[in-house]
């Protein structure tokens, strides 16, 4: 290598300290992480809440990377390492997906199909088949009332059969008979508009039982809703 590096060489140096410093100061903001802690302990706390995949080990091989580069110079414009433009440029994106995290909303924004109490149980079998959707809030006019689960249809239609021992009239069974059985199950949350994908992720991690997370512009049952997002969202979605 040439006792003194060229410009381009320069301006790659330069955006990767950039990139790394700025992963560093957002990674330490979130996580809590004091000056004490190493950018490996850093990394550590903030993959335990994030699902970041194959990026924690390309950030550590970085972290040495950056070492090198910082602690091991010896002689003025004279650089043991240089990182390519590839890694410069990777590094640079987890920087802004870190710094900026992507949002629920507009991500999960959608026009979300509500039902209510009054609805028959044909109708919205209906709405299953032709919508292809296993989720469904609830609503009594207005105000939001629960949230309806082909998984909890399934449990209703169940003790029908077991404490009846009688065949559903499907027109005659009411939303609000198949819901009251739910009332406390609490399967559903709801955030606000600035909520990140990533502490969605985290909710659906804490809550076993959760099935939908509803977005709304404060988090409030009230308002509209902007967006709904179900576990089979979260785990299918591109990383």
């Known amino acids: 290598m040439s006792e003194k590096t060229t410009e381009p060489q320069t301006d790659r140096l330069e955006r990767f300290l950039a990139a790394f410093n700025s992963i560093d100061r957002s990674m330490r903001k979130q996580t809590g992480s004091g000056r004490g802690k190493t950018f490996t302990d850093s990394l550590k706390a903030y993959e335990s809440s994030h699902r970041f995949g194959e990026a924690g080990d390309f950030l550590r091989m970085v972290a040495g990377l950056r070492n090198v580069i910082i602690h091991e110079k010896v002689k003025p414009h004279?650089?043991?390492?240089?990182?390519?433009?590839?890694?410069?440029?990777?590094?640079?994106?987890?920087a802004e997906e870190i710094t900026n995290p992507p949002r629920v909303f507009p991500v999960f924004q959608t026009k979300v199909e509500r039902i209510q109490m009054k609805d028959s149980l044909r109708e919205v079998l209906a709405l299953v088949e032709k919508r292809d959707y296993s989720q469904f809030p609830v609503y009594r006019e207005d105000r939001f009332q629960g949230l309806l689960t082909e998984n909890g249809i399934t449990r209703w239609l169940a003790s029908q059969v077991t404490n009846t021992l009688s065949l559903v009239d499907f027109e005659e069974a009411t939303i609000q008979q198949i819901i009251k059985q739910d009332d406390n199950r609490r399967n559903y949350r709801f955030v606000d508009r600035d909520c990140t994908i990533s502490r969605a992720e985290q909710i659906f991690r804490d809550h076993e039982l959760l099935e939908a997370i509803f977005i709304t512009q404060n988090s409030k049952k009230s308002e509209s809703l902007l967006g709904i997002i179900t576990r089979w969202d979260i785990l299918h979605r591109k990383t």
Request: no cysteine; charged share 20%.
């Open 78 to 94: 004279l650089q043991l390492a240089i990182p390519t433009e590839t890694v410069v440029t990777r590094l640079e994106l987890l």
